[in-house]
C-alpha cells in the first residue's frame, strides 16, 4: 500500500521559515519524482517545485523560485520542501506527489502524478 504523509505545516508570521515534509511508503522512492503542490480556498491547484528521482534535477514556480527549496531523501524516503520568507499568498493546502514516469518539468503541464499525499495545511499572517 502506498502512502505518502505531508508534516510541517503550520501558522507562521511573514517573514518566517518552514519545512515540509513529505514521509515515502510502499514504493521505490529512489526512482520516483516528486513534487509539491498548494491550493488555497476558491483557487486551482498549483505545482509549487518539483525534483527528479536522483533529486539533481529540481523546477520551481516563479512564485516560489528563491525562496523555497525542494529536495528529497532517498534513504529515508522523505521528500521535503524548506520554505523561506513566507509571504501571507503562500497561504494554502500543501500536497506533495510522486510518479515514476514524470520529468519535473512534466509536473508543471498539469499532467497527474500517480500518487497523492493528503496534504498539510501553510498560514502565513500578515
Known amino acids: 500500500q502506498v502512502q505518502l504523509v505531508e508534516s510541517g505545516g503550520g501558522l507562521v508570521q511573514a517573514g518566517d521559515s518552514l519545512e515540509l515534509s513529505c514521509a515515502v511508503s510502499g514504493l521505490k522512492f529512489g526512482i520516483y519524482s516528486i513534487a509539491w503542490f498548494r491550493q488555497s480556498p476558491g483557487k486551482e491547484r498549483e505545482f509549487v517545485a518539483a525534483?527528479?528521482?536522483?533529486?539533481?534535477?529540481?523546477a520551481y514556480a516563479d512564485s516560489v523560485r528563491g525562496r523555497f527549496t525542494i529536495s528529497k531523501d532517498n534513504i529515508n524516503n522523505t521528500g521535503y520542501l524548506q520554505m523561506n520568507m513566507l509571504k501571507p499568498e503562500d497561504t494554502a493546502v500543501y500536497y506533495c506527489?510522486?510518479?515514476?514516469?514524470?520529468?519535473?518539468?512534466?509536473?508543471?503541464?498539469?499532467?497527474?502524478?500517480?500518487?497523492w499525499g493528503q496534504g498539510t495545511q501553510v498560514t502565513v499572517s500578515s
Open positions: 506527489a510522486v510518479s515514476d514516469k514524470m520529468s519535473t518539468y512534466m509536473y508543471t503541464k498539469n499532467i497527474e502524478p500517480d500518487y
Open positions: 525534483a527528479s528521482s536522483g533529486g539533481g534535477s529540481r
